[in-house]
Every structure is written in structure tokens, then in C-alpha cells.
């Protein structure tokens, strides 16, 4: 594991340090060649790749059992899956969040434990607002044993802009709630599979945080444990 990605002390993500110096290059060079114009447009360009990539500091509210949003974004759905629709070992639910070129897009741990396997997949770039973009876009599937819950999934999905697809953790690794673990580019999506027992606490609709934002909770399943 990558630790100076992980706690990363840079106002951007690493992956945007090469954009935000060459448009800045190319910027200063219009500038000094006369070209104005030309030169504000790429200042512009600058700016906004700098704040696209832009990574900040996040802190989360420590409740028993609460599940941390993975990205920031839009809640697209939270979806009741039967056991021949999840991908887990059981019935699980579904939660999607849509990242759109506002959003930051460094990505998040939702719940601590260890990675058990990673996964990427090859496919299509459809906007990632569309259903069919979860199973037919270019993505990554992150495995992860969670402390307490079990197996859960995240899903890093490319969109309609989006090439690429980072992911800075590897099978094997301890991982803990809030962490870095990965970025897409350009707007896209993050589809979360958990288990039975999980309890949403925000809505189809709702805007969310990445590693700041509760999820939702497992306080039935906790408490089961314990007795």
C-alpha cells in the first residue's frame, strides 16, 4: 500500500499533478508569447483541473456501526437485492452514488477490515447516471471483509468522459473507515453492495461526502453479536 496516497498532504490528488503543470506550462508560454486569449483560456483550464483533482482533508461523526459514503456525489438509488441479484452470499442492498466533474473523486473506505480481492473489468463508457453503466462500464470491484459486517463491495465505475480508474490498495491489506483508496477521472459512479442488516440513513436524492457522510448503520446486526 501506497502510503503517501493514502495520506496524501497535497491540495490535489497525485494522478492531477501532471495536468494542473502542463496547462500551467502552457499558460505561462501563451502569456510570454502575447497570446492573451489564448493564454486566459488555459488559466481557466488550470484552475479547473486543479480543482477537479483537489483532495481534502475529511473527518466523520464516530457512531457505533455507521457506514461511511465511499464517494462524494449524488444518491441515485438504494436498492433491495435477493440473493440470486446480489453479488454477495445473501440478499444485500445496493446503494449508487453519481460523481459528477464537481464532485471530488478521490474515493473513500466505507467500513475498517482487510481487502480480500481486487477486480477490474474491462467495458463501455456509458454516463454513468444509466442503470446498464453498473454492469457494462469499464469498473473495478474492491472485496472487502468488514469488521463485524462482513463481505461487502465496492464498485468503482468509469462514466461518459472518465478513462481511467485508480485504485491504490491491493488484496491482503488492513484498511480503516475513511480511508483513500482510489480516483476515477471525469465524472462516474460508485455502486456499494452490503449485507443484511444495513440501515440507510439517507435518500435517493440526497447529496454525500466522501469518507464524511454516514451511509447508514448496522446496529441490529451489532447488537445480535454481542448477545
Not at 69 to 88: C, R, Y
Not at 137 to 158: C, K, S, T, Y
Request: hydrophobic share 40%.
Amino acid at each position: 500500500m501506497d502510503q503517501s496516497r493514502i495520506q496524501n498532504k497535497w491540495p490535489v490528488a497525485r494522478e492531477g499533478v501532471p495536468f494542473v503543470l502542463a496547462s500551467s506550462s502552457l499558460c505561462l508560454l501563451l502569456f510570454l508569447a502575447g497570446l492573451e486569449s489564448l493564454g486566459a483560456f488555459f488559466a481557466v483550464i488550470t484552475l479547473f483541473t486543479a480543482f477537479f483533482f483537489r483532495d481534502p482533508e475529511r473527518h466523520f461523526p464516530e457512531f457505533p456501526g455507521a457506514v461511511i459514503t465511499p464517494a462524494d456525489g449524488k444518491i441515485l438509488g438504494i436498492t433491495s437485492l435477493t440473493e440470486s441479484e446480489s453479488p454477495l452470499q445473501g440478499p444485500c442492498a445496493k446503494v449508487s452514488i453519481f460523481m459528477s466533474i464537481f464532485d471530488v473523486h478521490v474515493n473513500r473506505i466505507p467500513l475498517p477490515g482487510t481487502i480480500k480481492q481486487v477486480e477490474y473489468k474491462s467495458g463501455n463508457f456509458f454516463s454513468a447516471n444509466l442503470d446498464k453503466s453498473s454492469h457494462l462500464n469499464e469498473r473495478n470491484l474492491l472485496w472487502l471483509e468488514a469488521e463485524g459486517v462482513g463481505d461487502i463491495l465496492v464498485v468503482q465505475i468509469a462514466g461518459l468522459i472518465a478513462r481511467r480508474i485508480c485504485c491504490w490498495v491491493s488484496e491482503g491489506d488492513r484498511v480503516y473507515k475513511g480511508q483513500r483508496f482510489g480516483l476515477i477521472r471525469f465524472g462516474s459512479r460508485v455502486d456499494l453492495f452490503l449485507p443484511e442488516g444495513f440501515s440507510p440513513a439517507v435518500a435517493p436524492g440526497d447529496k454525500v461526502k466522501a469518507g464524511k457522510t454516514i451511509l447508514g448503520f448496522y446496529h441490529e446486526k451489532q447488537e445480535k453479536e454481542t448477545k
